[in-house]
């Protein structure tokens, strides 16, 4: 029984020691190796150790994100038909408004991860689109939006009370 306990403790701590080896190796490394790169750098970083931006990708962010935050903002919808007008993706396709949404939703674009319920300041990526005051407001907006498309979704089709 004690025996087992501390074999368990072991392991668990060599998992630790194991992941945090990983993690601090994919830090230093020179290429980003986890599935896609976010969208605005590519996936090399400079002597620093940040990622570098995309120029023109950092270009359709910013129209993105003032095209959502300016006062009289614009609908998703409007911002991806402006998008379709001038822009593709990366891979070519046209803007959904899905992708836009999620790309507002990414609190990368104002140099900060969310972790453990609080803003961490990134040391990966370096261009701000936003600050993080912009970025929590729009948070706020799209969660507002969110809220009124379920609401509606539950009326419609009978769901709650």
Do not use: C, W
């Not at 601090?24 to 290429?31: A, C, D, H, K, P």
């Not at 970083?45 to 935050?69: A, C, D, H, S, W």
């Not at 969310?114 to 970025?135: E, P, W």
Request: proline residues 2%; without cysteine; aromatic residues 14%.
């Amino acid at each position: 029984m004690l025996f087992d306990r501390i074999l368990k403790d072991l392991r668990k701590k060599h998992i630790a020691k194991k992941t945090k080896s990983h993690y601090q190796r994919y830090l230093n490394s020179q290429y980003f190796r986890f599935g896609k790169t976010i969208y605005g750098y590519s996936n090399q970083k400079n002597e620093q150790g940040v990622f570098i931006p995309i120029p023109e990708e950092m270009r359709i962010l910013k129209t993105i994100f003032e095209l959502f935050l300016d006062k009289n903002g614009k609908s998703l919808k409007e911002i991806k038909i402006e998008l379709d007008k001038k822009h593709k993706t990366r891979s070519g396709n046209l803007f959904s408004v899905y992708r836009i949404t999620h790309l507002l939703q990414n609190p990368i674009y104002s140099t900060y991860l969310y972790r453990n319920r609080k803003y961490i300041k990134s040391k990966l990526y370096s261009y701000q689109v936003a600050s993080l005051a912009d970025y929590k407001k729009i948070k706020r907006k799209l969660d507002k939006i969110l809220h009124e498309h379920l609401t509606f979704y539950h009326h419609f089709n009978g769901i709650g009370g």
